[in-house]
């Protein structure tokens, strides 16, 4: 993609609007379209981000388009609806040669497959680019982004992916959203043993900031520990952060995806477990290291 | 402690060799029994460590004694047997004044806490501080070293630990072996979600060495991944590194502790189930990377 272009940008929710915000600072004329998010909307309109009716316009105006949604099936509203991305692309009087789709949502490799297959028969190609360092690093444009899809693919899109973070060709196809799943799978066991560790040491009467400091030196040493309990269960609150129902939709895509390799993964599929219970409870929005209320004492 | 004073050094195990060659490389004079380890013995003997008979000869030469060993039970044969370090304080004709019992051993804090007040009816201080970062860090002498006990004692005890790697005061006697608990805690669920999650990514057809950097830059990132698995299961072996049995037992004094403190850690819990049975198959001796073999496919 040159400089300049227009980047159409589709999931305006906390990680869609600030990496939209990412895309206007390098200098992208940037087009999007709204279905739940209108505050997220006019605040990018003060950035300078064009607003369009749907994402069949967006595809219409933009020779690259992004989708950062919740999940498969709302990546595939948005593509193959009826006034979806696919829709808009075959409507223009040229046949957007040279048109991609980079899906930046977190769903399964198999999902990622189909939808790069449906695309290419209209000739659009496809990249699959889940990012992981959650709202902060969106905002700063530091993601870390997985890419799925081909070389030739990949360079077109690469000066759009690192106007939000740093991208990293995987693999095929399904490669992105695959390293994405082995990211998520890791995050929830560690956040589960940092919490119960740390339980285990307050119930000691451990000094938790003691207790961190040294950890952080030593073998356990995680970037859950360090960079993400501080802003979150250390520092009192649940907000922001990482939804705790979208690492439960993660989970279950990796645990899907296993099931169809005939994999076990028995601490994964209790981490599912009790996430699940969590949310069961009423805090599935909030950040995952709500776990940490299970953990709670109540006399 | 002045430099030039005796240390003495009891348990010359995988951890205990290297640290007491350590204690050498800065200058100390170090004094050792053996019980196990004859060939560890001999090689520290070229290092100029002086063997004497027995953990009695060893505390009536050296007001300074470090034991680092399996397990509470070998620390209580070691300080309190009938020629353990108790008997040979009490044998020296002063009182021994000053005398210090470091424990470097990883065992539940309320052993830790009933051999301190053992040890404390006959004068002799006691400080529990076990370590953290594997063979490779006891032989750089750069261990984490998690100390429990008063402030006197650790400053006393300081130029000596600190020939080992970089003591930290976590609390009264008990929260040193407290805090290394926390950090087995993590390591042992770690471990299993890297390697859950890794096995999902080769399963898949990833390249693990591109997940491991991708990983190791996103919210996944973790020593286990980074500085462990590369050394151990990455690169093909399981010898050396940290016995998978070993593991067991810290997992067990930390359940124990969460017992009695009516605690309920239910992935930790699972944690130590998948590795003893992993130890029944054999591999109890091997790093605790071999519980990767646990998802290995065999058709």
Known sequence: MQ?????????LGAMGEPMARSLRRAGWRVSASVHR??????????????????????????????????????VEEVLFGPRGVAAGFADRASSAPGAIVIDMSTISPIASRAFAARLGASKVAFLDAP????????????????VGGDPGTFDAARPVLE????????GPIGMGTTVKLVNQLIIASVMIANVEALTFAREAGAD?????????????????????????????????????????????????TARAMTLALPASGLAYQLYTARSREGDGALDYSAIARTYERHD
Request: proline share 5%; net charge negative; charged share 15%.
């Open 37 to 74: 998010n209108r505050a997220a909307m006019e605040r990018l309109a003060d950035d300078g981000v064009l607003e369009l009716t749907d994402p069949a316009s967006v595809a219409a105006a933009c020779d690259l388009v992004i989708t950062c949604v919740p999940d498969a099936p709302q």
């Open 163 to 170: 106007a939000m973070g740093t991208p990293t060709l995987v």
């Open 208 to 256: 938790l900031s003691a207790v961190c400091s040294v950890i952080a030196t030593a073998t356990g040493s995680n970037y859950v520990l360090e960079q993400w309990l501080p802003k979150t269960w250390l520092a009192g609150t649940f907000q922001g952060g990482f939804a705790l129902d979208l690492l439960r939709k993660d989970l279950n895509a990796a645990l899907e």
């Open 131 to 146: 990012v992981s360092g959650g709202p902060v690093r969106a905002a700063s444009g530091t993601l870390t982004i997985m």
């Open 3 to 11: 400089m300049g272009a227009s980047v159409g940008f589709i999931g």
